[in-house]
């Protein structure tokens, strides 16, 4: 059974950066096929972005530009770097594996 724990998230002023990982433990193949998703209080939770096993990445267009999806696969880490961050980033985030395998969620607040 694969196990996905987040970390990194907390709390980040407009403008800046922070780094979410996501380490997978369990029988899992490859980490890739894995994603972001977030879900800001009263909303759905949304798609951020995705790295497909042939290493395609695929984000959501309001972080376009802003957000990177990377993979160590030795470590069975992903990573999603967040630069630039603005005030609708605010939400729990999300670590997504094929499967409908699902993190515990780490908040993000960008907030001055």
């Known amino acids: 059974q694969v196990q996905l724990v987040e970390s990194g998230g907390g709390l980040v002023q407009p403008g800046g950066s922070l780094r979410l990982s996501c380490a997978a433990s369990g029988n899992i193949f490859s980490i890739y096929n894995m994603g972001w998703y977030r879900q800001a209080p009263g909303k759905e939770r949304e798609f951020v972005a995705r790295?497909?096993?042939?290493?395609?990445?695929y984000y959501v267009d309001s972080v376009k530009g802003r957000f990177t999806i990377s993979g160590d696969n030795a470590k069975n880490t992903v990573y999603l770097q967040m630069n630039n961050v603005k005030s609708e980033d605010t939400a729990v985030y999300y670590c997504?594996?094929?499967?409908?395998?699902w993190g515990q969620g780490t908040q993000v607040t960008v907030s001055s």
């Open positions: 790295m497909t096993r042939s290493g395609t990445t």
């Open positions: 997504w594996a094929a499967g409908g395998i």
